[in-house]
């Protein structure tokens, strides 16, 4: 049974790989583009039959954690809301919940850590190539939904951030609510066991573990729950994948 299994992983593999090889050749194309969502789709399926809703992601010990944790993307974001908050120590600062919800919020770290807390030590992939294992302290963000209760026809949960990557166009990421409420995916306060540094999103950054690293939103300043994401953006689920990026970055 088990050789079978693994065939059977290696033969969805190749397939998935199949169907994604030529990309550079065909993406230039409305057929090509096509191509590429449905091959996207394929890709998606072959990951979750690989690794399902509850696997988790390999967790490390103290002695792997990375002497530096290089920060990705934005590093600093200049808006005058986030500037404001950061001069006071993050003191005001609440995440808003709401969206597909019954009971909406403003919470602050304080009342995000009596939701709950998990630490996890887990390796960070870039899309860019280098990666990186640190130790995550958080809120589970299935204790969070639970918290403000997620209404019926609720698919996904989407991250709206302080951070600009163009002058007007404020970074956004999404992810489905099984992985929303996956044991790994975190609301994560602390790096290391000290609060997260700006470089790596203070005060508040999602981590879901299983995905790349452009899909761990930093900087996060409020969480809406919804029935589609077609009309945030331009409508992929997020700011990368509005570029070409694949929304389902599964690792």
């Not at 969206?99 to 304080?110: F, K, Q, T, W």
């Not at 990421?173 to 995916?185: G, Y």
């Not at 306060?189 to 700006?198: C, D, E, I, R, T």
């Amino acid at each position: 049974m088990t050789d079978r299994r693994g065939f059977m992983r290696k033969t969805l593999l190749a397939l998935g790989g199949a169907a994604l090889a030529g990309c550079d050749r065909i993406s230039e194309s409305d057929t090509g583009t096509r191509v590429l969502e449905s091959a996207e789709a394929v890709t998606r399926r072959v990951q979750r039959f690989l690794s399902p809703s509850r696997a988790l992601a390999k967790e490390y010990t103290e002695a792997d954690i990375s002497a530096v944790f290089k920060p990705n993307g934005s590093t600093m974001p200049d808006t005058p809301v986030y500037q404001a908050l950061l001069r006071n120590g993050f003191a005001d600062y609440r995440l808003e919940v709401d969206g597909l919800v019954d009971r909406p919020a403003r919470l602050s770290i304080d009342e995000l850590k009596a939701l709950g807390t998990r630490t996890q030590i887990t390796r960070h992939d870039c899309v860019e190539g280098w990666s990186a294992i640190g130790k995550w302290t958080g809120t589970p963000l299935s204790a969070l939904l639970d918290h403000v209760g997620a209404k019926d026809g609720a698919r996904y949960v989407v991250f709206h951030c302080f951070d600009n990557y163009e002058a007007d166009t404020p970074y956004y990421e999404s992810i489905d609510l099984d992985e929303a409420r996956h044991p790994q995916t975190l609301l994560a306060y602390a790096l290391n066991g000290a609060s997260l540094p700006v470089g790596n999103g203070a005060p508040l950054r999602l981590r879901v573990e299983r995905q790349l690293g452009y899909k761990h939103a930093k900087y996060l300043r409020r969480i809406e729950v919804v029935a589609s994401f077609a009309d945030i953006g331009e409508g992929n689920g997020g700011y990368w994948e509005d570029n070409g990026y694949e929304w389902y970055a599964g690792i």
